[in-house]
């Protein structure tokens, strides 16, 4: 598995905005083979910014860059230059290899049923 992540230092400002951009906008995630889950998250204010990051999860490494190749990639980016600058600076992105998983098998059995 492979988690990739973007950090976002959004204004303070602009935290609703950003947050609805996020949720109204067409990822078009679900179109890519590979691809397993989507989490957007809020962090810590800091004295300009909020830190957000955006976290996904994919089979692999190799999948993950395939959906960055793509026009399903391509569509759900267009346009974010336009709009007004809601962030300081550029995301800074970070991929991750799982190397190791633990989950709560008393949660997994909750959420099953």
């Not at 990739?4 to 949720?23: D, I, Q, T, Y």
């Not at 980016?77 to 800074?92: I, N, Q, Y």
């Amino acid at each position: 598995m492979f988690i990739a992540m973007n950090r976002f230092k959004v204004k303070k400002e602009e935290c609703a905005a950003f947050e609805e951009v996020w949720r109204t906008r067409d990822s078009r995630l679900l179109e890519v083979p590979g691809f397993v889950s989507f989490q957007l998250l809020r962090g810590p204010e800091r004295e300009d910014h909020v830190l957000y990051a955006s976290h996904s999860l994919w089979e692999n490494q190799d999948v993950f860059i395939a959906w960055t190749k793509s026009e399903q990639f391509r569509a759900a980016h267009a346009g974010a230059g336009e709009r007004k600058p809601l962030t300081l600076g550029h995301p800074e992105f970070e991929g991750f290899e799982i190397v190791q998983s633990l989950e709560n098998p008393n949660l997994t059995a909750q959420a099953a049923q």
